[in-house]
């Protein structure tokens, strides 16, 4: 208990430090990366819980860690770092440790001008490194396009398309994210996304809230349902970002 309520002090003090000007737009809790890039000079850390049950097997991610940063006008650049935990609920077998890092940028390329979406493009690469359980065979490029439309003062659309590239194949990843501002500073929002591969395809399905406290500062709870035999059976998840 100690050891949480100094967490919660010290994420206070961040808050109450950190810059509060316009409304920051962050990557999570959806799985549509936004097509907003971090303006220069300013950084967002993001923070999640992620619990993801699949049969036998519960899968955790204790601190799903991504940092962006503004680097320039249009450019921030992104890494990303996960503590995971598998765990058999038949043996009880356990494996824990840290995933591969995630190292990128986010570019901008267009506002949003009427039906035209504001556009971004990332291009990231995920690392042969972390613990063996998690590392996989050799390093993966990933480019993703990100697209946004105003529908109106309170809903908005996200989108994406991207490619990864494990091993010589090519995974094309999808999302669409419908997002309903229904008080001010609350979103809630629905998500089909999935992950179509050679010989195969996982398909999900992801909703929840978003609640911004301050311009620079956001909590989230989401929670969702795989649509294919290969997906998971169900996750739920929470987590925080900041905005300096």
Same mark, same amino acid.
């Given at each position: 208990m100690k050891n949480v309520l100094t967490?919660?002090?010290?994420?206070?003090?961040?808050?109450s430090m950190a810059q509060d000007s316009d409304p920051m737009v962050?990557? %999570? $809790?959806?799985?549509?990366?936004?097509s907003m890039v971090v303006p220069k000079g300013n950084a967002i850390i993001e923070y999640g819980f992620i619990h993801e049950?699949?049969?036998?097997?519960n899968n955790l991610t204790f601190a799903n860690l991504h940092a962006r940063i503004g680097l320039f006008q249009g450019v921030e650049f992104r890494v990303t770092q996960n503590i995971q935990q598998t765990k058999n609920t038949v043996t009880d077998v356990k494996v824990s440790g840290l995933s591969p890092l995630t190292l990128g940028t986010k570019i901008h390329v267009i506002g949003e001008q009427g039906a035209v979406p504001q556009t971004s493009v990332i291009?990231?690469?995920?690392?042969d490194n972390g613990d063996d359980a998690f590392r996989p065979g050799e390093a993966i490029p990933e480019v993703r396009f990100n697209f946004s439309n105003t529908l109106s003062e309170f809903l908005s659309l996200g989108y994406n398309i991207g490619f990864a590239f494990p091993e010589d194949n090519t995974t094309t990843i999808y999302t669409a994210v419908l997002g309903y501002s229904f008080q001010p500073g609350w979103?809630?929002?629905?998500?089909p996304y999935g992950f179509i591969y050679d010989g195969g395809?996982?398909? %999900?399905?992801?909703?929840?809230?978003i609640y911004l406290v301050k311009n620079n500062f956001q909590v989230d709870l989401t929670g969702?349902?795989?649509?294919?035999?290969?997906? $998971?059976?169900?996750?739920?998840?929470?987590g925080a970002a900041i905005g300096f």
């Open positions: 967490f919660l002090f010290v994420l206070g003090t961040m808050v962050t990557d %999570r $809790p959806t799985q549509s990366a936004a049950s699949a049969g036998d097997l291009a990231q690469v995920t690392l979103t809630v929002f629905a998500e395809s996982d398909h %999900r399905f992801n909703a929840g809230f969702g349902i795989g649509l294919s035999d290969i997906s $998971p059976d169900s996750f739920f998840g929470f």
